[in-house]
């Protein structure tokens, strides 16, 4: 199982794939919003409480020094939320949290308390990072937390005056196994947002998108087309479906949607295929003329018809087709516009005699899940 790569602008995040799993999730503008509003409280708390402070350990900055650190700091954090609201990338991702890791270990190294408060920063970068991006940057933020509480409680130790307590071990102790747990239980919530994430765009029947995978799919997909990147959709539906189901039985009739699913995919060979409901399947395409897409279409009938003659089971196939940007830029409309060319080309049986010049509205379909 693979998350989909594509982005969907009804949802608060998206997945933004590399290679395979690879990636991260981007999250939308408030979400990043309440991100940059966690660091500059924590800026406005580490001002707060090292200016009350009459001296800090002279490890390497003094509290004059500190303090602009943290001014270096807040004036970096405007400058990486300034550019999240242009677009987040892992660049940025990873420029705004070593930023985060530094200032906090910063300041560990120069907290005078023996057990040192401001550690407990690391959690809140470790988990405000970790938790929002996924696991691949959650292990990186979890290293990098790891290494600056090493090298902060290594200089205190050794150039701060410090000694080793037992309170110390026992808060190392318990920081480590917070992060571990708090990294064990994000890679399950993970897993379940996975398949969440899965089920929600695919049909389980036929593994093909669903509507809701398809018209996300659209959404990120029409935003490019143009007169230069024309798309071309394919809309089929199966002829006589509801006669299979009443004479066979369901169990068959979704071995039939299954197969075809299978043949349609197969032969549309690249593009975006899906189910959109019911018996109709949907493909977006790469532009093909209509050469090309006579092609398609003569190789979904055959494949159909050999299928249908070797397993004794009626299955035949109607279809249609439409072109963006001449006929539109969204999904629904495109398909009302292949919808009519694929009833002009369903057969004309007695039985359907009455429904043959009739249109449906496609936006009030069932759809599957």
């Given at each position: 199982m693979q998350y989909s790569d594509w982005g969907d602008r009804r949802h608060p995040c998206r997945w933004e794939a590399e290679t395979g799993d690879a990636g991260f999730w981007v999250p939308d503008r408030s979400e990043i919003v309440t991100q940059f509003f966690t660091r500059y409280l924590f800026f406005s708390l580490a001002v707060i409480y090292f200016s009350t402070l009459d001296a800090v350990p002279p490890v390497l900055l003094s509290i004059e020094h500190l303090l602009i650190a943290l001014g270096v700091y807040f004036f970096l954090n405007s400058g990486f939320f300034y550019q999240a609201l242009q677009g987040v990338t892992?660049?940025?991702?990873?420029?705004?949290?070593?930023?985060?890791?530094?200032?906090?270990?910063?300041?560990?190294?120069?907290?005078?308390?023996?057990?040192?408060?401001?550690?407990?920063?690391?959690?809140?970068?470790?988990?405000?990072?970790?938790?929002?991006?996924?696991?691949?940057?959650?292990?990186?933020?979890?290293?990098?937390?790891?290494?600056?509480m090493a090298i902060a409680f290594g200089l205190r130790y050794r150039l701060g005056g410090f000694e080793v307590s037992a309170g110390d071990v026992f808060f190392g102790v318990f920081w480590i196994t917070l992060a571990l747990y708090a990294y064990i239980l994000m890679g399950r919530i993970e897993e379940q947002r996975r398949q969440l994430d899965?089920?929600?765009?695919?049909?389980?029947?036929?593994?093909?998108?669903?509507?809701?995978?398809?018209?996300?799919?659209?959404?990120?997909?029409?935003?490019?087309?143009?007169?230069?990147?024309?798309?071309?959709?394919?809309?089929?539906?199966?002829?006589?479906?509801?006669?299979?189901?009443?004479?066979?039985?369901?169990?068959?009739?979704?071995?039939?949607?299954?197969?075809?699913?299978?043949?349609?995919?197969?032969?549309?060979?690249?593009?975006?295929?899906g189910r959109w409901g019911?018996?109709?399947?949907?493909?977006?395409?790469?532009?093909?003329?209509?050469?090309?897409?006579?092609?398609?279409?003569?190789?979904?009938?055959?494949?159909?018809?050999?299928?249908?003659?070797?397993?004794?089971?009626?299955?035949?196939?109607?279809?249609?087709?439409?072109?963006?940007?001449d006929d539109g830029l969204d999904l629904?409309?495109?398909l009302s516009v292949a919808d009519i060319q694929l009833y002009r080309s369903k057969p004309q049986q007695a039985d359907t005699a009455s429904t043959t010049s009739h249109y449906r509205t496609l936006t009030d379909e069932p759809q599957t899940s």
């Open positions: 892992l660049l940025k991702i990873r420029s705004a949290m070593a930023a985060d890791l530094l200032i906090v270990t910063l300041c560990v190294i120069h907290d005078p308390n023996l057990i040192p408060p401001s550690a407990l920063a690391f959690l809140m970068v470790l988990l405000g990072n970790g938790m929002r991006y996924g696991m691949r940057l959650f292990a990186e933020v979890l290293g990098g937390a790891f290494l600056g899965y089920r929600s765009r695919f049909d389980a029947l036929t593994g093909l998108l669903n509507r809701h995978g398809l018209l996300a799919a659209a959404d990120c997909t029409f935003e490019r087309t143009n007169k230069e990147t024309p798309l071309t959709v394919l809309f089929a539906d199966l002829d006589q479906f509801k006669a299979v189901n009443d004479r066979y039985g369901h169990g068959v009739g979704d071995r039939v949607l299954a197969e075809f699913a299978q043949i349609f995919s197969d032969s549309a060979e690249t593009g975006i295929c019911g018996d109709e399947f949907v493909a977006i395409l790469p532009h093909r003329d209509d050469a090309a897409m006579q092609q398609i279409y003569a190789r979904i009938e055959s494949r159909t018809r050999a299928w249908s003659n070797s397993n004794g089971l009626p299955m035949a196939v109607s279809l249609g087709t439409s072109h963006a940007p629904k409309t495109l």
